[in-house]
């Protein structure tokens, strides 16, 4: 039943929506109310806590904003996964699947295999983004520059697996935003003011893709018999038939008709045997 394989839905999932935050810049204005610097706000997969910790084992980030101080540290913006819930209330059929036709035999002509995948489990994923500024000012401009796309949702399409769900629309839904200032601690604590992004995507796993081979002759023999009322068989039960298709051709590269042809022989069980042959283009 289990077989190892990776469809790296979870990880694209991840990747798509720290994309979402990749191009935030903070402005600093001068007395003038003129544009002084503007500075982009990084963004990692981390918890809130790896750059508040950096801030408190590291006393000479405190100090003014050159390359060596506080200014490399924030803003910021980390984010990581709270939790992968399972959602009935998206699913489908477990017996679905989706079907893509193999490479062309380049002797025959035909398509020897296809690529079988179920259908896709939905599940959500929480995700939670912190943002953390030297200033509260800092983190305003960063929640306004997101805040307007979100309706609560806003929807990211992403490429899951190739040639079976080239794209899938994935809604991000904004769920609170929780802000946090910390005003307690001696005169030598760096003050943290940190806003939380809660989020859920409604995304999916997919299974494992399987590869298939193509039927192209069918064997079918009936039999004739008959039932007594308790479900007992009873009376002739021998063959009566026997029909046999079969995929012939093509000269193309597609294997179904109307390029490649159906060839049906049928065979007749009883006083004698009769043999008639079809082909259907």
Known sequence: MFTTFYNETIRKTVIGFGSLFDDIYVQRLNSSGQLEKKILVPVSYSPKEKFIRMLREFPLLKGDESDTHIGQILPRMGFSITNIDYDGSRKRNTVFRRYVDGAVNPTTGLVEQNKTQFTEVPYNIGFNLAIGGR??????????????????????????????????????????????????????????????????????????????????????????????????????????????????????????????????????FGSGLSITGATLS
Not at 137 to 145: G, M, P
Not at 178 to 201: I, K, W
């Open 135 to 268: 200033s509260t000012d800092d983190c305003l401009q960063i929640v306004e520059q997101i805040l307007p796309y979100f309706t609560p949702e806003f929807t990211l399409t992403i490429n899951f697996t190739d040639n079976f769900n080239t794209k899938i629309d994935v809604p991000i839904i904004l769920n609170s935003v929780s802000p946090e200032f910390e005003f307690e601690g001696d005169t030598s604590t760096q003050r943290n003011v940190t806003f939380n992004l809660s989020f859920t995507a409604l995304s999916y796993v997919f299974s494992p893709i399987k590869t298939n081979k193509i039927i192209r002759k069918t064997d079918v023999t009936t039999f004739i018999s008959g039932f007594n009322t308790d479900g007992s068989i009873t009376g002739p039960t021998g063959a009566i038939a026997r029909s046999i298709s079969s995929i012939t051709g093509p000269s193309g590269a597609s294997s179904m008709p109307p390029n490649a042809s159906i060839t049906t022989e049928n065979f007749e």
